[in-house]
């Protein structure tokens, strides 16, 4: 995840650099159900109004929360599915929270009533995030349903009045990039707390709607737009809560678009970026799905590592004979293509390997989804400088 309105906010104020990041445990996205209440066109675990057999039990769920505080894990995200459909949520939640764990809830928002927007809270969830793919009809259109973005933004303030720290999460495709800026305005006019735009992932039901990606020139667009808001807002003492995700060449844009707007603060900037590590899948970012089986991340449920009733998590995790795992966790990555290439891969680490795999069948090869030139892959801008 790249925060975005962090890195504006010490673009205005300096100060010492942050040292490398280097997470004790990785943070886990836990597919708690399969089962949701919708069908949304870009899924990435392809759920469905149905029950999943094998689903892990209550009290295997409650084994699997002692295995992660073994690993070291510092924060769950509990999703789906629709995680709100679990009848246990609460019982594991209650127990997660007693254990420590930072605790968020991904949810399409459409089930967030006054019941369990209390329950969520009384539960001490840290955050609870709702997808809103576009304003009304390109979001229902997403999600397939005809009042689903109506529903979701009632959940949203419902959450919101109940006293829990919310946010949007909007998907960046062709189809929705326009609605960008009307979507921050909707979310800054309810008072939501942050906004995450993910990057389009070739995961799930994803896989078939590739043609859905924002082109490159949309892509850029969107985030010149952010990153002008954003620090618009940071100059105004407000930088707010904005992140992306799913694409790490936002760090490498980012450092452009500084090289633009405040060329005189390159250098350490761009060591700030370098630290921040680029893409952790694999690494700082893990996934369990319905089942228990452990992957990289939650877009490689083509490739399991294990699973928490055969193996406990943190030696599944720790595990780098798989040569995929060994090649994330290596440093550098085994990159090709223009990713091997270019001069700002310490910020990127080589971004979205899955992509890669999606379209060439190689994990390694140059990631589809990095927006940026060659010619802005070969500048060293600010390494110079730094060196």
Same mark, same amino acid.
């Given at each position: 995840?790249?925060? %975005? @309105?962090?890195?504006?906010?010490? *673009? +205005?104020?300096?100060?010492?650099?942050? =040292?490398? &990041?280097?997470? #004790?445990?990785?943070?886990?996205?836990?597919?708690?159900?399969?089962?949701?209440?919708?069908?949304?066109?870009?899924?990435?675990?392809?759920?469905?109004?149905?029950?999943?057999?094998?689903?892990?039990?209550?009290?295997?769920?409650?084994?699997?929360?002692?295995?992660?505080?073994?690993?070291?894990?510092?924060?769950?995200? %509990? @999703?789906?599915?629709?995680?709100? *459909? +679990?009848?246990?949520?609460?019982?594991? =939640?209650? &127990?997660?929270? #007693?254990?420590?764990?930072?605790?968020?809830?991904?949810?399409?928002?459409?089930?967030?009533?006054?019941?369990?927007?209390?329950?969520?809270?009384?539960?001490?969830?840290?955050?609870?995030?709702?997808?809103?793919?576009?304003?009304?009809?390109?979001?229902?259109?997403?999600?397939?349903?005809?009042?689903?973005?109506?529903?979701?933004?009632?959940?949203?303030?419902?959450? +919101?009045?109940?006293?829990?720290?919310?946010?949007? &999460?909007?998907?960046?495709?062709?189809?929705?990039?326009?609605?960008?800026?009307?979507?921050?305005?909707?979310?800054?006019?309810?008072?939501?707390?942050?906004?995450?735009?993910?990057?389009?992932?070739?995961?799930?039901?994803?896989?078939?709607?590739?043609?859905?990606?924002?082109?490159?020139?949309?892509?850029?667009?969107?985030?010149?737009?952010?990153?002008?808001?954003?620090?618009?807002?940071?100059?105004?003492?407000?930088?707010?809560?904005?992140?992306?995700?799913?694409?790490?060449?936002?760090?490498?844009?980012?450092?452009?678009?500084?090289?633009?707007?405040?060329?005189?603060?390159?250098?350490?900037?761009?060591?700030?970026?370098?630290?921040?590590?680029?893409?952790?899948?694999?690494?700082?970012?893990?996934?369990?799905?319905?089942?228990?089986?452990?992957?990289?991340?939650?877009?490689?449920?083509?490739?399991?590592?294990?699973?928490?009733?055969?193996?406990?998590?943190?030696?599944?995790?720790?595990?780098?004979?798989?040569?995929?795992?060994?090649?994330?966790?290596?440093?550098?990555?085994?990159?090709?293509?223009?990713?091997?290439?270019?001069?700002?891969?310490?910020?990127?680490?080589?971004?979205?390997?899955?992509?890669?795999?999606?379209?060439?069948?190689?994990?390694?090869?140059?990631?589809?989804?990095?927006?940026?030139?060659?010619?802005?892959?070969?500048?060293?801008?600010?390494?110079?400088?730094?060196?």
């Amino acid at each position: 995840m790249f925060r %975005l @309105s962090r890195f504006m906010e010490a *673009l +205005r104020d300096g100060g010492p650099v942050p =040292a490398p &990041r280097k997470p #004790a445990g990785p943070v886990v996205i836990w597919n708690l159900i399969r089962r949701c209440n919708l069908n949304c066109k870009h899924c990435y675990s392809t759920s469905a109004d149905t029950d999943f057999k094998g689903e892990l039990s209550t009290a295997e769920a409650l084994d699997v929360l002692g295995q992660l505080k073994a690993a070291r894990v510092p924060a769950l995200i %509990l @999703s789906g599915g629709e995680p709100l *459909l +679990r009848a246990d949520l609460y019982t594991i =939640a209650a &127990r997660a929270r #007693a254990l420590g764990f930072h605790l968020s809830l991904s949810s399409n928002g459409t089930l967030l009533d006054a019941g369990h927007a209390a329950r969520l809270a009384a539960c001490g969830f840290d955050y609870v995030g709702v997808s809103l793919d576009g304003l009304p009809a390109t979001h229902d259109r997403f999600r397939r349903s005809d009042d689903a973005f109506r529903q979701a933004l009632d959940g949203l303030r419902t959450a +919101r009045n109940a006293g829990l720290r919310v946010g949007v &999460r909007m998907t960046l495709t062709e189809q929705n990039a326009r609605e960008l800026p009307a979507l921050v305005a909707l979310a800054e006019g309810e008072g939501i707390d942050k906004f995450y735009l993910s990057h389009f992932n070739y995961a799930g039901r994803g896989r078939s709607h590739r043609a859905d990606d924002a082109r490159h020139a949309a892509t850029r667009t969107a985030l010149d737009w952010l990153f002008d808001h954003v620090w618009a807002r940071a100059r105004q003492g407000r930088a707010g809560d904005f992140v992306t995700g799913n694409n790490d060449a936002d760090g490498v844009y980012l450092l452009h678009w500084i090289a633009r707007c405040e060329p005189d603060r390159l250098a350490d900037m761009r060591a700030r970026l370098v630290n921040w590590g680029g893409n952790a899948t694999g690494v700082g970012v893990a996934n369990i799905d319905n089942l228990g089986n452990v992957h990289p991340d939650t877009m490689w449920w083509h490739v399991t590592l294990g699973n928490v009733r055969e193996r406990a998590f943190g030696e599944i995790w720790a595990d780098r004979s798989d040569p995929l795992m060994a090649g994330l966790a290596a440093s550098p990555r085994p990159l090709q293509g223009r990713c091997a290439a270019c001069a700002q891969v310490g910020i990127c680490n080589g971004n979205t390997r899955v992509r890669a795999a999606a379209i060439t069948g190689n994990p390694w090869a140059a990631d589809p989804g990095c927006y940026l030139t060659d010619e802005e892959l070969a500048s060293p801008l600010g390494a110079e400088v730094a060196a």
